[in-house]
């Protein structure tokens, strides 16, 4: 037999039976990914909740229950309103049901990656009262340090954030100073070493809170009552 027959012998795997498997193969994976999402995404959710609720506790003092909204220019509304729109905050109540401060998210681009924080507002004094990083990917030993040094994190026990006449703005933008330079009460002692890790944390809320700290004033009577539209 020559060489020729040799080749035109052999067996050749069929196309179509070739894409059929592969076509198989990549639906029985996207089912899998697909059935994977749907069985840890409940589990990722209730995580959530409860780190949100942690940190809701760790900024607000006093807090005995919360309530979600959605706040915007559009109004107050529960989280869970069909159509709402808005930022979500959390409403922290004591045990009598006196409203303690409000939650809310914040984020900036940091020294390595994006930083998220939680950090807690009080109505009555117009001012910060604690932060919690939820995310972060900062430098060890360094831009980390605004996670857990006390120094750093006295900044937010009560860091002014008063609305201007108007209630439509911050009365004095909050910002992040050079370490040793504070000299206001808007003004955030940044931590050497994590310049830009600590500007980052001023930057957010004062981008979040001359966006949100109008709309809380605006609506403190309803979340007072714990009501939405």
Same mark, same amino acid.
């Given at each position: 037999?020559?060489?020729? @027959?040799?080749? =035109?012998? =052999?067996?050749?795997?069929?196309?179509?039976?070739?894409?059929?498997?592969?076509?198989?193969?990549?639906?029985?994976?996207?089912?899998?990914?697909?059935?994977?999402?749907?069985?840890?995404?409940?589990?990722? @959710?209730?995580?959530?909740?409860i780190a949100i609720e942690q940190?809701?506790?760790?900024?607000?003092? /006093?807090?005995?229950?919360?309530?979600?909204?959605?706040?915007?220019?559009?109004?107050?509304?529960?989280?869970?309103?069909?159509?709402?729109? /808005?930022?979500?905050?959390?409403?922290?109540?004591?045990?009598?049901?006196?409203?303690? /401060?409000?939650?809310?998210?914040?984020?900036?681009?940091?020294? =390595?990656?994006?930083?998220?924080?939680?950090?807690?507002?009080?109505?009555?004094?117009?001012?910060?009262? /604690?932060?919690?990083?939820?995310?972060?990917?900062?430098?060890?030993?360094?831009?980390?340090?605004?996670?857990?040094?006390?120094?750093?994190?006295?900044?937010?026990?009560?860091?002014?954030?008063?609305?201007?006449?108007?209630?439509?703005?911050? @009365?004095?933008?909050?910002?992040?100073?050079?370490?040793?330079?504070?000299? @206001?009460?808007?003004?955030?002692?940044?931590?050497?070493?994590?310049?830009?890790?600590?500007?980052?944390?001023?930057?957010?809320?004062?981008?979040?809170?001359?966006?949100m700290f109008p709309l809380i004033?605006?609506?403190?009577?309803?979340?007072?009552?714990?009501?939405?539209?």
């Amino acid at each position: 037999m020559s060489r020729t @027959e040799q080749l =035109q012998a =052999q067996p050749q795997t069929p196309s179509f039976a070739m894409l059929r498997t592969l076509g198989g193969i990549a639906m029985l994976s996207g089912l899998l990914v697909v059935l994977v999402f749907q069985y840890t995404q409940p589990i990722i @959710e209730e995580n959530k909740r409860i780190a949100i609720e942690q940190a809701v506790s760790r900024v607000i003092p /006093g807090v005995a229950s919360k309530k979600d909204y959605l706040l915007g220019p559009q109004g107050l509304f529960a989280a869970d309103a069909p159509d709402a729109t /808005g930022e979500k905050i959390y409403a922290a109540y004591n045990a009598k049901g006196e409203l303690q /401060g409000v939650a809310l998210e914040a984020a900036a681009t940091g020294y =390595q990656d994006v930083i998220r924080i939680l950090y807690g507002y009080n109505q009555d004094c117009q001012c910060v009262t /604690g932060i919690k990083i939820l995310k972060m990917a900062e430098t060890p030993g360094l831009g980390d340090k605004i996670a857990f040094d006390p120094e750093f994190l006295k900044n937010f026990e009560s860091l002014d954030g008063r609305l201007n006449a108007q209630k439509n703005a911050l @009365e004095n933008a909050i910002v992040t100073v050079k370490h040793g330079t504070k000299r @206001e009460q808007w003004q955030i002692d940044s931590i050497s070493g994590a310049t830009i890790s600590s500007k980052a944390i001023g930057r957010m809320i004062n981008a979040s809170g001359q966006r949100m700290f109008p709309l809380i004033i605006k609506h403190l009577k309803e979340l007072r009552a714990g009501q939405a539209n």
